[in-house]
């Protein structure tokens, strides 16, 4: 089985600051990790992934997370803070092919200050 | 190419009643997946469809039930319909395992 922790379920940061968003993982093979955002009355929308090879990865947007086995996290970050960044976050983890469905991290709301 | 699409993207039922929701994958996807998010509950795996056979299931009650057609549509349908059913209803598709899903914009379900 696997599960996702989000530390922190509301972050607020000022406009040009860093986001720094929490992630960690538990999983009993290998995991493939992702990074959703959704807007409000929308969609889950893919921001990366992470399936095997280079552990960091670049995504839409800006967002880049780092995959770290020996910690068993995939943190989120973007160096500077727009104002259409405000959104909830969702880490999730999946086994792969052995087992298709994503497991979802309960959220991070993500606020900018002007 | 056109994203997911999800109809009708709003619904009201009452409780006992049934309710039906349709997804039209991204053309050339053949996974579906179904996803359930709540305030309380968060996001959860209904279920998932490929080449109209279901291949994994989450833990929900046999009132949840789902099925794909052969152009890869599928729907979803919630029988007896209870107050903790409201919810927004995500699907998503992708070509197979372990492919990206892609979501669709949702279903907002309220149960009265």
């Known amino acids: 089985a696997q599960s996702v922790t989000q530390l922190g379920s509301h972050v607020s940061v000022s406009e040009g600051a860093l986001v720094l968003l929490r992630c960690n993982y538990s999983?009993?093979?290998?995991?493939?990790l992702f990074w959703y955002v959704q807007y409000p009355n929308q969609g889950l929308q893919l921001l990366l992934k992470y399936t095997t090879g280079a552990t960091l990865v670049k995504g839409i947007n800006g967002f880049e997370a780092e995959f770290k086995k020996s910690e068993t996290s995939f943190h989120l970050t973007k160096p500077s803070a727009h104002m259409s960044d405000a959104a909830e976050y969702f880490c999730?983890?999946?086994?792969?092919?052995?087992?298709?469905?994503?497991?979802f991290g309960a959220g991070t709301t993500v606020t900018v200050r002007a | 190419k056109a994203g997911v699409t999800q109809t009708p993207r709003y619904l009201i039922k009452t409780r006992g009643q049934q309710v039906t929701l349709s997804c039209s994958p991204i053309?050339?996807?053949?996974?579906v997946s179904w996803y359930q998010q709540t305030p309380g509950q968060g996001l959860q795996f209904l279920f998932e469809?490929?080449?109209?056979?279901?291949?994994n299931k989450g833990n929900f009650p046999g009132r949840f039930s789902g099925r794909q057609f052969s152009n890869s549509r599928s729907e979803m349908n919630v029988s007896t319909l209870e107050l903790g059913d409201s919810a927004l209803y995500l699907c998503?598709?992708?070509?197979?395992?372990?492919?990206?899903?892609?979501f669709g914009p949702g279903t907002r379900l309220t149960v009265l």
């Open positions: 053309s050339g996807h053949r996974s």
């Open positions: 999730a983890v999946s086994l792969g092919a052995n087992d298709y469905k994503l497991s």
């Open positions: 998503a598709s992708s070509q197979d395992r372990p492919d990206t899903q892609y």
């Open positions: 999983s009993s093979v290998p995991p493939y």
């Open positions: 469809y490929f080449s109209e056979t279901q291949r």
